[in-house]
């Protein structure tokens, strides 16, 4: 391309965004305008980036997502190892009471029949 076409092109290029970003238009409109523009100037290459960019983000949101769950389940999980060793300490204590409840039931009879 001789310089001449390519400053035209550029000139076209900047002059389209300058007026469709100076028309009084909602953000959705401009936006939709500057990527149409853009697009027909790069052969449709914009729309394709700006889709990488959409999967990209979500992959980005889905792996932040997956790392809330992950670290609720750990914590979750660690709770409930720790609700059971309480209670296996528990029951294990309430197990040795009952054993010194017998065995001190055992020693009594035993003392009264001698």
């Known amino acids: ?54 999967e990209i983000t979500a992959v980005e949101n889905l792996n932040k997502e997956t790392t809330t769950v992950t670290d609720l389940f750990q914590s979750v999980s660690q709770d409930s190892s720790k609700d059971i060793e309480i209670e296996i300490e528990e029951d294990i204590i309430l197990e040795d009471q009952h054993m010194t409840d017998d065995i001190s039931m055992v020693i009594n009879i035993n003392n009264e029949s001698n």
Do not use: N, R
């Open 1 to 54: 391309m001789s310089k001449k076409s390519s400053g035209f092109l550029m000139g076209m290029i900047v002059g389209g965004t300058a007026a469709i970003l100076l028309t009084p238009k909602s953000g959705k409109e401009i936006y939709s305008e500057l990527i149409a523009h853009l697009d027909g100037a790069t052969e449709g290459k914009v729309s394709h980036y700006l889709e990488i960019a959409k």
